[in-house]
Every structure is written in C-alpha cells, then in structure tokens.
C-alpha cells in the first residue's frame, strides 16, 4: 500500500487525489486530502464568484473524488505555519503532495497602499465568500467611487460584484452581513485600471463580456484610449492575425467604443474600463484613502509600456489592489522567492537541485499563479506520474498504519466527511431560515460547530 498525504483540498489537491486513485500502475493508494480549513474545495469554494453557478457547479464533479472508497478528506488541520511540521507529516505518509495554492497578495510596493480604504481584491472576495479568516465588518461599501487596480480575471470579478445590486446575488450563497452590506452599497462609479494596453489584459472574453450584461450598470470605454494600442488598431480587416483571445478581446472592447451595450432600465452604476494608468500612489485625505494617482504610459513597442511624464488622478474611497496573487514559503519547504513557488522538476520538489522523493508539489505553488480551473488537471498528472515513479523506492519507507489516530494523539481535531457534510446541512437550514438557497457560515466558531452537529 501506498499512502499520500495531499495539502490542500483546492481543485489542484482534488485533482491530485483523482490522478493518484486512478492511475493503474500502483493499484492500492490510500491518499489523505488534509486542508486547514473544515471545508474542502478551495477557491471554488472561496474564489470563484458567488454569480459564477456554473464554476461554483464543478464542486459536483469534485466531491465524487473525495467520495472515492481510497480517498478520505481530512479538514482542520493546518500543515505548515503554526500547524503541523512538514516533516512530521512525512512521518506518517510515504509521499506528501503540496497543493497549497498562491495563499498571499502581490503588493504594489507605491506609497498609501496601507491607507485604510485600499484593500487587496483577496480580502474583497474572502469578505463576499464567508472565508472564515475574512475580516468581519471589514466593508462597509460607504465610498461612491471605487478604483480596482488591475485587468485580469479578479479585477472583474470584483468590479461585477460591486456593480450588481443585491437582489442579483440573493440567489447565491454570498453571506447574509455581506447581502446586507451589498444591498446598502453607495458606490456608483467602479474604474477598472490596466498598467498596459487592452492586448495585454488579462481578463478573459467571456468574463469581459458578462460586464456588458448587467442589468444595472453602463459600461465606459474610451475609444482614444483604446486607440493607444498599435494591436487595436490592428483588429482591423487585413491586419496581422492576433492570439484569438487578444482579437476576441479587443473586438468586445472595439464593440462597446461605438456602441455601449444598452443598460437596464434604472441602472445606477458605471464600470469604467481605463488603459495605460500606471499606479503611483494612493492619495489620502483625512487619514483614509482618498484616490489614486496614475501615471499615463504609451506602448514602449515590445509589449510593455513608458511613462509620458503626465499623471491622471482617480478619486476613490475605497480601492482594491488585484494585481496577483503570491506563493507563500511553507516551512521547512525549499522556496523560490522570485517566483513564488516551490523549485521541482515535473512536480518532485527540488532541495538544493536534487530530487527530493516523497516531497511533491502540485497546481499555482508548483507553476505559480496562472491558468483557469481545469489547468489543474494536467498539471496534478503530471506530478503523480512522477510519484508513481517513485513509488517502489517510498513503499520502502515507513508510515503510519492509522495516520489519522496519531493526528488526533496529537491533539488535532480533524473533520472528516460527516463533518463537512454536516456543514452543508447546516448552510442549507441556515438558508432556509433566511428564505434563501444554501448560505455560507462566515465565521470559524460556526462552522466548526456544524461540523460537530450543531446548528447555525
Ligand atoms: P492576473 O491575471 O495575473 O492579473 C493581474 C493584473 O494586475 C494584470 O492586469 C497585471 O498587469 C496587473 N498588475 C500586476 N502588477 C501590477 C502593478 N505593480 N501595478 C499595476 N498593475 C499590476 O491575476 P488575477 O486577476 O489575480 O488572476 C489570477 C489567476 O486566476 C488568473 O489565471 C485568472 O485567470 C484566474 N481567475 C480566473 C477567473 C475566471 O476564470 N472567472 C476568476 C478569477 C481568477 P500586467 O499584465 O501589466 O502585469
């Protein structure tokens, strides 16, 4: 038998796990799927946005693995930090994969970025997912104009939630303080800031797109801004061809130049799509954040971008920073400070430039953080292929008959299955008493009670 420990039970941990139990070569592994927290899925729990059903819909696909007969979730028990040792887990499991994901923010390193008012986008969508660790009372979404720092994905998902009016996310499982928050919001104007050019937003079309959609807000391009970028000009008929998802952005933004899409009726808020705004630093009035100062960049010509020597200020009482997010070393871990992540080859982690067998890594702390949900998969494959390589030399090491007995002989509480599905049936009552679908407990004390059988 061979027996994993998988850290994380995020998309890349689940993955992981899936990858290990299907493969055929080594036909008995035992994999443990520890998180922290005592609920599983990660980002598609605590991530994706509460609007985003048909992602939040891949939990489905996911918990048939932690379902799977050799697969048991082990929540509650934090790896790392001022948890448990990484190499007393090393202890009890022949191999052990990392999947610990890109836990903290990239900073923006510029004056006023700790003005109260100027938050990472993390806390933003920790806030709105119930994240246990989320600040309670954090926003209070008092500010009327908000500028979110960044065009990727997190960016827009923050500037759409902040755009839709509560009645749009009742459906959802966003968490009763936060609806209430949201319901009360005054922002009206959300500016959207890219350092760089539309071709090098990172957003994708269809996340772009759904900004087009919302029934209560106008969307704000300006065409001369657009026209800065030599590829936007170069969506033209006859141009040179573009990567399809550079043209199939820029002919959503070229679309809203000419002809805005058409708002609902009422629509109180604006999205305001700005480019080549490179953040200087966050401007403070009365010891809160008050707005941020730009400097104005043209194209450099390879893809990257000058300052003109002019600046542009946006005011703003509230302004998320989503500009990435960052690896955090785990200790006792090897760390590649440069990149976030932890040095491997084809997923074994690398000590000094040597394969380190037993030591896996796997998803964004394995190749940092980049890609959609799904490029997980690959990925996870990848770094069981190499543990299964491995597997006749770790089958020869010791582990521990009953891995779960030692967690608990010393003194961690793990929450298994039951636990988390007792969760779940306390979400739903939670809900229900609130007339809504299943609603998210917000706090720790809450949710470890549930776990243990207790109602919200
Ligand atoms: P991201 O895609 O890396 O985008 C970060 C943005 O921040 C870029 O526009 C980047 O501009 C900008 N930026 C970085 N440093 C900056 C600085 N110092 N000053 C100004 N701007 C700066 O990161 P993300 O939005 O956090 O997303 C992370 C990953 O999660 C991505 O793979 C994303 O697709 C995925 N995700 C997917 C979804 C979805 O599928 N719906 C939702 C959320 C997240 P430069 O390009 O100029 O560096």
């Known amino acids: 038998m061979l027996r994993v420990a998988v850290v994380g039970s995020g998309p890349s941990g689940i993955y992981t796990a899936q990858a290990l139990v299907a493969q055929t070569l080594v036909p008995d592994v035992r994999v443990h799927v520890l998180d922290r927290l005592p609920c599983p899925y990660g980002l598609v729990r605590y991530g994706v946005a509460p609007d ?6 891949l939990q489905r696909s996911l918990r048939t693995v932690l379902e799977h ?53 993390t806390e933003f969508v920790s806030w709105y997912s119930a994240h246990p660790d989320a600040t309670d009372g954090l926003f209070a979404l008092r500010a009327r104009s908000v500028v979110v720092i960044g065009v990727g994905n997190v960016a827009v998902d923050v500037a759409r939630i902040l755009a839709r009016g509560a009645d749009e996310l009742r459906p959802t499982d966003v968490p009763q303080p936060a609806l209430g928050v949201l319901a009360g919001s005054r922002v009206r104007e959300v500016h959207m800031a890219g350092r760089r050019g539309p071709s090098q937003a990172r957003f994708t079309t269809k996340e772009l797109r759904e900004l087009g959609g919302l029934p209560g807000a106008r969307i704000v391009v300006d065409p001369a801004e657009l ?85 542009e200020d946006i005011g703003a009482g509230l302004v998320l920073r989503a500009v990435g997010y960052r690896g955090m070393p785990l200790p006792g871990l090897p760390f590649d400070a440069a990149h976030g992540t ?32 799904g ?9 069981v292929a190499s543990l299964i390589e491995d597997a006749a030399v770790l089958t020869g090491r010791p582990s521990a008959a009953d891995p779960l007995a030692v967690l608990r002989s010393w003194g961690l509480r793990p929450v298994e299955w039951d636990g988390w599905l007792s969760i779940e049936r306390a979400e739903a009552a939670l809900g229900r008493s609130l007339g809504r679908g299943p609603v998210k407990i917000p706090d720790w004390p809450g949710l470890l009670d549930a776990a243990r059988g207790g109602t919200p």
């Open 52 to 57: 985003h059903e048909k992602i939040k819909s």
């Open 69 to 121: 007969e050799r697969v048991t979730f082990v929540g509650n028990v934090a790896v790392g930090g001022d948890g448990l040792p990484p190499e007393r887990l090393g202890e009890l499991y022949h191999a052990v994969v990392y999947c610990v994901g890109a836990a903290t923010d990239r900073p923006l390193g510029i004056p006023g970025e700790d003005l109260p008012g100027s938050h990472s986008a």
């Open 227 to 311: 026209a800065l970028d030599p590829a936007y000009a170069g969506t033209e008929p006859g141009s040179p061809p573009l990567p399809a998802l550079v043209r199939r952005n820029l002919d959503v933004l070229r679309g809203w130049a000419v002809s805005p899409p058409a708002p609902g009726p009422g629509a109180a808020r604006t999205i305001g799509l700005r480019f080549f705004l490179r953040p200087v630093e966050l401007l403070e009035r009365g010891g809160r954040v008050a707005g941020v100062r730009f400097a104005r960049t043209v194209p450099d010509g390879s893809g990257g971008v000058r300052d003109t020597g002019a600046y």
């Open 342 to 373: 932890v040095p491997h080859r084809a997923g074994r982690v690398l000590r000094d430039g040597v394969d380190s067998p037993g030591e896996y890594v796997a998803g964004w702390i394995k190749r940092g953080p980049t890609g959609v949900i």
């Open 375 to 383: 490029s997980n998969r690959s990925c996870a494959k990848e770094t």
